[in-house]
């Protein structure tokens, strides 16, 4: 069961794809929670699984995909659900926003068109003209005049629309918004806009929100915890505060060494690229871009261990007694 007061709870969740390599394992053992009221912010490299958990989450992951694990939304399992199950989920538990609005609202209908077929696909009882008076109320409060609703969605801007895709994933008052790079291609006062938005859904209406992103300072602005993935699984997890100021995970520190500031005299990055998921290296997938790599990293997957109020999977903070004894390479005189 679900532990009290989280909306959301994976554990070992495992989501998988079929290539021409074979099988990519795109979440790999993956244990996350947020609870009511509670901003989570996913932070990670392109194509370390972010947007794999995130569809997962919804019951949204393509044909030909597979999944396992425990994942629970507001108290019920979502791997193996039924897809008219997952369709009542939607909306009424759990939403996405996208990062796309203009790929995702549709320009042949009319904004308020477009709330009223949502709401009343959902709910059956709900009259169109009540449907359209939840559309108003809902573009208020995102500060949209309720008179635009009849607009399309053309005719309006880039921050605006990405107010109206908030919308339509929060008229329905789900237990947990799922927002997925929300602030891609958005200039950088409607980015501040639209992640304060999302830290009012948490403060004022008791929402578990899952931030999705690449943008550390996004995360540093709202969230309470950060989750750090990298090659599918989660490497970091812990406050806010502690993660950014102390990171303890080789990789995590890199992320925040990336991040440009008012004192940053020369640009940082972390050297090599992400492997192949559909090959993933042995022991610690960080280890061949790792600067504090030891033998054991090469062969020996880290633990998560406790680091302060959250966890790394780092052999770092393993004391070296309990350490194992590295596997020897092929051809390696041990």
């Known amino acids: 069961m679900t532990e009290p007061g989280h909306v959301l709870e994976a554990r070992g969740l ?6 021409p390599k074979g099988r990519l394992v795109a979440v790999d053992g993956v244990d996350l929670s947020v609870a009511a009221g509670e901003c989570l912010g996913l932070v990670g490299e392109s194509g370390s699984g972010k947007s794999s958990v995130a569809r997962a989450i919804l019951g949204l992951l393509p044909e030909g ?13 979502v791997v193996g659900m039924p897809a008219s199950e997952l369709r009542e989920l939607r909306g009424e538990k759990v939403s996405l926003i996208f990062q796309e609005p203009m790929s995702r609202l549709d320009p042949l209908m009319r904004v308020e068109d477009q709330f009223v ?13 009540e449907a359209r008076r939840m559309c108003h109320e809902t573009l208020a409060s995102l500060g949209i005049p309720p008179r635009r609703a009849r607009q399309w969605p053309h005719e309006f801007s880039g921050g605006m629309r990405q107010r109206i895709m908030i919308g339509l994933a929060i008229v329905l008052r789900p237990r947990l918004v799922v927002a997925d790079e929300p602030t891609t291609a958005l200039d950088t006062l409607v980015q501040a806009q639209i992640l304060e938005i999302l830290r009012s859904l948490a403060d004022d209406q008791g929402i578990a929100v899952l931030l999705i992103t690449h943008n550390i300072g996004a995360v540093a602005e709202i969230c ?14 812990g406050g806010v505060e502690q993660v950014l100021a102390t990171p303890a ?52 997957e880290p633990p998560t261990v406790a680091v302060g109020d959250g966890t790394a999977a780092c052999w ?12 020897p390479f092929v051809g390696e005189v041990p």
């Open 117 to 129: 077929e949502m709401i009343v696909a959902h709910r059956h009882e709900v009259s169109r003209g």
């Open 249 to 300: 995970h080789p990789y995590t520190q890199g992320l925040v060494a990336s991040v440009i500031h008012l004192d940053t005299e020369a640009l940082s990055s972390i050297p090599g690229s992400p492997p192949d998921l559909a090959e993933p290296p042995p022991g610690c997938r960080f280890h061949p871009r790792c600067p504090h790599v030891m033998d054991v990293c090469r062969s020996v």
């Open 316 to 327: 770092l903070h393993v004391p070296e007694a309990s350490r194992p004894t590295p596997v």
């Open 65 to 77: 995909a597979g999944e396992e694990g425990e994942l629970r939304v507001a108290g019920a399992q």
């Open 14 to 19: 495992r989501v998988w794809y079929a290539t």
């Open 224 to 237: 309470d915890r950060v989750a750090v993935m990298y090659a599918a699984k989660v490497v970091e997890v």
